[in-house]
């Protein structure tokens, strides 16, 4: 090989090497920024703990936007302030707002007006002291918006005013009102998912001086619409009425006989908690979690959110939501959108929140094991109610025959059925009755039904093993 060649190749072979030792580095270093760029992987749990924490603040305080319905077309908040204040009518005092169950967060209030109210020095019959605590953000579930001189600009709505109520750590400070649900109260500590079966939605709603959005949209008056409003009662709220405009079920059967006619058609405010592992919700099983979730946020709540069921477009069951277009609501610009962004978080939230457990001494534990035997034994209830998560998983449905009771409620839901019951926990809902319309005032009344419906052929003994053993169940 001739020196020059040489050279060349030596040189050829260091240019070459060269050129791999760059682009090793550029490599490397591109390696490297790649490698600075990611964020360092998230442990799930921490991350569970962030999504936790945003769907409660949710739950809680997050109206979508629904003031623009409640104050703005409803003018709710007149009503509440009453005409001395600047609103309409005589107001809502504290005493009148325990009296239709909304709930005071204690955590909320300054130590010494604690102790003020304990000691009867808060007139509890003045609004102006319903719009103090509004300020302090201490009703449950409900917002005030205040204009800069004091007096109520709106009020908004969120999940936690049906779906949530207070334990009894301050029974002193009821005012009277009555609250017999087992360990709760009137003023005291958030009780989060809990039904609150005090609430009465439709006296609430009543006091709106303006209803004509519903009386436009069902098509009767306002006094009708105050009229149904107030057949609701405690403990209750119509969500399809919207949609179909019946208020009220002709005829309420149970086994085969007639208990009541012109029942209305509101159902009893389920718990938001217990619900991990349970595919379709509400009491006819419109849908998941995150689909219900979305439901009520902008159709019954009327926060601003994007919503698509197309089931609703079917006329003949969904006369009311098929004309104005509920199926499909407007396709508004995301940064408009307060609902969906919220939905994961949210339903995170409600999947976390624990089982609350009965008190000791609230059951027998001795019979509630033998009625533990009853309940997947000759009683048959696991068939349907399935250990732990006492509804079937899978498709949680059934036509109203096959638990013997009318058809009414199913027929006002896509699939024209009921859903088994989720019973976890079921000692924490047993105001208002059992089943969607709370037709069966106690559980007895509820086992001597099925019973009936099952001939089962239980004896008295049995039947109350049976709701011993409901009275523990937990999820
Ligand atoms: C005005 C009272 C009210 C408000 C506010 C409300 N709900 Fe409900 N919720 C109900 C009633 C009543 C039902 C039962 C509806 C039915 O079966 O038709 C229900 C059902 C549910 C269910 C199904 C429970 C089950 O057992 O399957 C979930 C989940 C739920 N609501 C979550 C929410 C969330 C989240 C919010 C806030 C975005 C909310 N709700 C706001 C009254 C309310
Ligand atoms: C065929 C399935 C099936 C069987 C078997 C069954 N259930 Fe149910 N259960 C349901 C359905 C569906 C509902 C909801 C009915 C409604 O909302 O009108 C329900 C509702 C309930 C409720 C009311 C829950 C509430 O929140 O109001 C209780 C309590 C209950 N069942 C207990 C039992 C017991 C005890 C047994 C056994 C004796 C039993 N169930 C057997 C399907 C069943």
Redesign the pocket.
């Known amino acids: 090989m001739a020196r020059s060649t040489t050279r060349t190749w030596l040189v050829s072979v260091s240019v070459l090497w060269l050129l791999t030792l760059a682009l090793a580095v550029g490599r490397s270093r591109f390696g490297d920024q790649q490698e600075t760029a990611k964020q360092p992987v998230m442990d799930p749990v921490q991350n569970a703990e962030q999504k936790v924490k945003r769907g409660r603040q ?2 809680r305080f ?1 109206t ?1 936007g629904d003031e623009a319905f409640w104050g703005g077309t409803l003018k709710l908040h007149q009503a509440i302030e009453g005409a001395r204040l600047g609103g309409v009518g005589p107001g809502v005092s504290p005493r009148t707002a325990l009296a239709v169950g909304l709930k005071i967060d204690v955590a909320a209030l300054p130590d010494d007006l604690v102790d003020q109210i304990g000691k009867g020095k808060v007139n509890l019959d003045d609004p102006a002291v319903t719009l103090a605590l509004l300020r302090l953000n201490a009703v449950l ?1 409900v917002t005030g918006e205040f204009n800069a001189n004091g007096t109520l600009k709106s009020i908004g ?7 949530s109520t207070v334990d009894d750590s301050h029974p002193s400070l009821c005012a009277g009102a009555v609250t017999p649900n087992p360990g709760t109260g009137c003023v005291g500590r958030r009780l989060d998912g809990w ?1 609150n079966r005090d ?1 009465n ?1 439709g006296a609430i709603v009543a006091l709106a001086p303006d209803l004509s959005a519903f009386a436009a949209l069902l098509g009767v008056s306002q006094n009708t619409v105050r009229t149904v409003l107030r057949s609701w009662g405690p403990g ?5 009425l919207i949609l179909d405009g019946k208020a009220f079920n002709p005829k309420q059967i149970s086994n085969g006989v007639v208990t009541r006619t012109n029942v209305p058609g ?7 908690f217990g ?1 991990g592992g ?1 595919n ?5 099983g ?1 849908g998941s ?1 995150p689909h ?2 979305a439901f ?2 902008n159709l ?2 009327h ?1 601003s959110g994007r919503f698509f069921d197309p089931r609703l477009d079917n006329a003949a069951q969904f006369p009311i939501a098929a004309t104005h277009g509920f199926a499909d609501l407007p396709h508004i610009n995301p940064d408009d959108d307060r ?1 969906t962004s919220k939905l994961s978080d ?2 995170f939230y ?1 999947l976390s929140i624990p089982s609350p457990q009965p008190r000791a001494g609230s059951f027998d534990p001795a019979a509630a094991k033998r009625g533990d035997e009853l309940f997947s034994g000759k009683a048959g209830c696991n068939n349907c109610h399935v250990e732990p998560v006492w509804t079937e998983p899978g498709w949680n449905l059934h036509t109203p025959a096959e638990v013997c009771v009318d058809a009414f ?1 199913a027929d ?2 896509p699939d024209q059925r009921y ?1 088994t ?2 019973i976890g926990a079921i000692f924490t809902h047993t105001k208002g009755g059992f089943f ?1 319309d709370g037709r069966f005032p106690t559980l007895a009344a509820v086992v001597d039904h099925y019973n009936t419906c099952f001939h089962l052929g239980l004896s008295t003994g049995e039947r109350h093993d049976l709701i011993q053993y409901l009275f523990s169940l937990t999820f």
Request: charged share 15%; hydrophobic share 50%.
């Open positions: 949710t739950f997050d979508f579930g709505i969120q999940c936690a005013l049906c779906h039904a609430l939605v209750k709220f119509d969500a399809e509101a159902t009893l405010i389920p718990p938001a619900l349970v379709l919700h509400t009491w006819t419109w979690v219900w979730n009520v946020a019954e709540m926060g609902i949210l339903q409600q409620q006002r839901a859903r019951s989720p969607h």
